[in-house]
DNA sequence: GTCTATATTAAGATAGAC
DNA sequence: GTCTATCTTAATATAGAC
């Protein structure tokens, strides 16, 4: 379990400002993750914290300002799952502990990854630097360390790129369209996510579990 | 193989309306796939199409009716992958040429991928009738197939929902976010398609495969 | 710090000439 | 069918009172 929420870094000096501040950044998420930065309005994001418009602009100095907090405190959230991946560890049980933190940020920020993919579908404009440094960085020492494990045998040999491709792509789907899972499983599951554990957590045991011979190509 | 596009409804009359109109939903498709519709200006779909902002109002009545078109043509074709999957094909090789198929798609048709994504990352607003009626009917039906092909012992019994999300989740992930993958892979691999084939290969026939016991909780 | 009022620019849409 | 010019609304941002 991850409880510890995307981090602030700006230091506020009063109560009331570390407040506003506090409504402004959690009513912008809102309305970022939903309709990208273009898409999103100062107006909604000014009612939906309870402030005016001029004074979302007293504590930010632009729109671009509130969003461009929003990421840079998210990157850095972002990557934590993955850097507590220990090669020291038990490799399967490692990888398998990263996909459960991946689906606890899911399903306990899906708005963070929401906002993350409104910005990579966007062509990651703003992130782009976050994306070819710190976490190419980290994905690429990552990937090495499953490389090894694989020759190694203590897991099957998979890419290991494309292994967290999918860990990434499997998790996130459930908060970037959550929309969609929910409207489907109506009728079926009220909260996607015990199944989706389950689920998830038996695909990479199969996929991992170095007694069985490689099956694709 | 699918090399069927997108299909056009609006009869067009004359050429050269059927050549507008389709210059206009080709540079639509090239904004709004990136911006999402409330991001997209008309002016950038003017500028990308080559014609004049008021000439893209003489062929459609407005930005929603463009995007409405889009999105109308899209929910139809992208239905096919899985309307093709068949109860009476094999049950290890229908489900690995569905992914197969989604995977296709992603390839050679990122950018109405992204629409999608786009659409349901602001909350489905114009395609929820087509979610929780067409699609909903279409996924519950072929999850019935999938169950009993787990229940006969033809595959491992898995949840069949969660299995159609995971291979919606995979493959779209490649279209969706392609320019994280291309920016990560950077030094690895050009083309990120051949690997994902055989990965998610892999992948699904060891999560499929009837003999192995099931490894999660 | 917060508000009302407003400047300024941008965006969707229309009029009317050609 | 296509263009220039323009109307209208909406959005970011600022000024200045309180």
Partial sequence: MNDTPPKDT?????????KNRKA???????????YGFRGSRLDQIAQASGLSK????????SKEAIHSELLTCLMDTW?????????????????????????????????????????????APRIREAITGE???????????????????????????HLIFSIWALTQHYADFEV?????????????YPEAERYLEALFS???APESAPAGA
Same sequence: chains 1, 2.
């Fill in 10 to 18: 700006a230091p506020p000096r009063t109560r009331i400002q570390q």
């Fill in 24 to 34: 402004i950044l959690e009513a912008a998420l809102e309305v970022f993750s939903q």
């Fill in 54 to 61: 001029p004074n979302l602009l007293y504590y930010f100095p």
């Fill in 79 to 123: 990557l934590d799952p993955l850097r507590a991946l220990d090669p020291g560890g038990d490799p399967r049980e490692e990888i398998l502990a990263y996909m459960r933190r991946k689906l606890e940020m899911s399903r306990d920020y899906p708005r963070e990854s929401r906002l993350f993919a409104n910005e990579i579908l966007q062509g």
């Fill in 135 to 161: 976490l190419k960085a980290l994905v690429d020492e990552k990937a090495e360390v499953i490389r090894r494990w694989g020759e190694e045998g203590a897991i099957a040999p998979v890419n290991p790129h």
């Fill in 180 to 192: 969609q899972v929910r409207l489907i499983l109506e009728g079926h599951e009220e909260d996607p």
């Fill in 206 to 208: 199969r996929l991992l």
